[in-house]
């Protein structure tokens, strides 16, 4: 009996060995052998082959295992998933498989009650978020729990994926997630350190990414934590100077991305492309400015040394915005169908107060003929030579050495200034699309 008991352990032994080399040929052989070896698990986590071979990244073997009709959502010792270490490792095309596999997203470990969502929040894998967030949205989470309800899960300490992503310094988390319907501002749990919000662990962690992109989507500065604390504050505490001079309560408040526009919401990419980079470069002015002021070196996502300037000959040779005449007009309103640059419809759309509770809140009016705006997208420009052209991202507008959006013209003078979306609260649907 010991001699046969032996016999299994080696068999048991050999499957988890082969399993994580990724030997597929001595998996399949060990499992004709004894099929029931696939319901041994090893070590002290309890981990069945289904699991190793997902924390292992090893595809084919996983994928065999599924064909045998292994359970997708069996147990560890934690209650994780397969599809939850997968996550943790950054097994992307693993998950990919198990989820497609029919594995729940909406198991929670045993450790601090996370879902495989949180885990690729805290560990940064943005490979991993995406498609756990993309599954989501086709999946039947969607109907049963609602897709916004997914993503804004707490934990057992009451962290939302957002709060781990601020906490980890993990800006493309941060910013994937907002892009997806999370909270901004949600309400203060027993997370960590006295029931902060992700800006108070941004302002903690010292991330100044992480606190830009924050703030461009209208986290409040003035909110407190349970020990009531603004992030301000808490940056103060922890060092983190440059982080504190842009959470600075008397400082200018951030251009905030004015999301609750339904035209702005639906814009396609190019225009949103577009007008969000004339978002980000309102605000790295800002920032310049306010570094400079506290005597802090800024340390911006894109360099700048980068030339957004083109050559005299081809600015002269295509129209000015009429408002700015600094910017080639790259937006076009609709159905009025005038132009603007995207620096001068940004500053419109946030120049304008919107009621955060409003089911359908009206938006700005054409500058130049007064008619509702129902519609932004990418303008055709008329070069001098009647030359038609479809502005894109890429597209380089012409800029003097003073950008006018900063200071504002006559039409818009001090609109990038204004905090008018500071506050806005509840599900926002605008990114922040930097560079790193």
């Known amino acids: 009996m010991g001699q046969r008991l032996s016999c299994r352990q080696h068999h048991e032994n050999a499957l988890f060995v082969a399993v994580a080399n990724g030997d597929l040929e001595v998996v399949e052989a060990l499992i004709e052998e004894d099929p029931t070896v696939l319901e041994e698990t090893s070590g002290h986590a309890k981990l069945s082959p289904l699991h190793s071979a997902a924390a292992n990244g090893r595809i084919e073997v996983l994928s065999m295992l599924l064909d045998r009709s292994v359970n997708v959502d069996t147990l560890n010792r934690y209650k994780q998933t397969p599809l939850i270490l997968a996550v943790m490792h950054g097994n992307t095309a693993c998950a ?29 894998y943005l490979d991993c978020l995406k498609a756990i967030l993309s599954a989501a949205r086709s999946s039947p989470i969607s109907n049963s729990w609602g897709f916004a309800r997914f993503v804004n899960l707490r934990d057992r300490n009451g962290a939302t994926p957002l709060h781990l992503a601020a906490r980890q310094r993990q ?4 910013r994937t997630l907002l892009d997806n319907g999370a909270l ?53 505490k922890h060092k983190n100077k440059a982080c ?24 396609n990419e190019e225009a949103k492309a577009l007008l969000e980079k004339a978002l980000m470069e309102a605000n790295r002015e800002r920032e310049k400015t306010l570094l400079k002021e506290g005597d802090i070196r800024s340390s911006p996502l894109h360099s700048d040394g980068e ?17 700015c005449f600094d910017q080639v007009c790259t937006i076009e309103v609709r159905p009025c169908g005038h132009q603007m640059c995207a620096h001068c419809t940004l500053a419109l759309c946030c120049h ?35 030359e038609e052209f479809e ?46």
């Open 96 to 124: 990919e498989k198990l989820i497609q596999a029919g594995a729940n997203m909406l198991m929670f470990d045993s450790l601090r009650g996370r879902t495989c969502l949180h885990h690729a929040a805290y560990y940064g």
């Open 171 to 174: 800006p493309e988390c941060l």
């Open 184 to 236: 901004v501002c949600p309400s203060p749990g027993g997370y960590g350190y006295a029931g902060s919000t992700p800006l108070h662990l941004a302002a903690r962690s010292g991330s100044l990414d992480c606190v830009r992109i924050l703030l461009a989507w209208g986290a409040d500065r003035l909110q407190l934590d349970s020990s009531g604390r603004i992030p301000f504050t808490v940056a103060l």
């Open 244 to 267: 504190a001079v842009l959470l600075d309560p008397s400082s200018a408040a951030p251009l905030v991305w004015p999301s609750p526009l339904k035209f702005i919401s639906d814009l």
């Open 307 to 323: 030339d957004d300037d083109i050559d005299s000959e081809a600015s002269s040779s295509v129209e000015l915005c009429c408002i």
């Open 352 to 386: 304008k107060k919107l009621d955060a509770g409003a089911t359908c809140p009206t938006g700005p009016a054409c500058p130049f003929c007064r008619g509702a705006i129902l519609e932004l997208i990418v303008a055709k420009i008329k070069s001098c030579s009647d």
């Open 391 to 436: 502005s894109s991202p890429t597209t380089k507008p012409r800029r003097s050495r003073k950008s006018n959006f900063s200071e504002g013209s006559s039409s818009f003078k001090g609109l990038s200034t204004m905090g008018s979306f500071g506050r806005i609260a509840g599900r926002n649907s605008g990114k922040i699309a930097e560079k790193e």
